[in-house]
């Protein structure tokens, strides 16, 4: 399968990389494989502190996969295939909270390995003292 075919499937067909516990790609599998079967994959967190110096939540969209409904202390998500840390932290950023141009302060690796999820990952502090738009979708 092709990205442009996943893509075309919604999220549970993007195409998205497993990984080991070192974050070294093992092969490449569809979202919905990844949460099917629990797989180890690679996702980045932004933590958003405003101009007052307070953080900045959000509500996650009831039809998530992953803790729909629940608050979030921070904006992220699951890298695409080939994608860099600091570019998916920016991606997810731009998607989830409309926030452009923001300077990403990486803080630090994150493992997370449980019952729902296995997670290889890497946290970010955005400081950002301009409107946080949230699409109705994420």
Not at 32 to 49: D, K, P, S
Not at 80 to 107: F, Q
């Amino acid at each position: 399968m092709s990205p442009a075919e996943g893509a075309s499937e919604g999220p549970a067909g993007e195409l998205v990389e497993v990984v080991d516990g070192s974050g070294a790609v093992v092969r490449v599998a569809t979202r919905a494989e990844v949460r099917a079967g629990n797989l180890r994959h690679r996702c980045t967190y932004i933590a958003v502190v405003d101009g007052d110096g307070q953080l900045v939540v959000h509500q996650r969209a009831d039809w998530k996969d992953v803790y729909p409904g629940f608050w979030d202390l921070c904006f992220g998500g699951i890298c695409g295939v080939g994608e860099d840390w600091e570019r998916s932290a920016a991606r997810e950023l731009a998607e989830e909270a409309g926030i452009t141009g923001a300077a990403l302060r990486p803080l630090a690796p994150v493992t997370y390995d449980a019952d729902d999820g296995h997670i290889v990952g890497r946290a970010y502090l955005a400081r950002w003292s301009g409107p946080v738009t949230c699409p109705a979708g994420e």
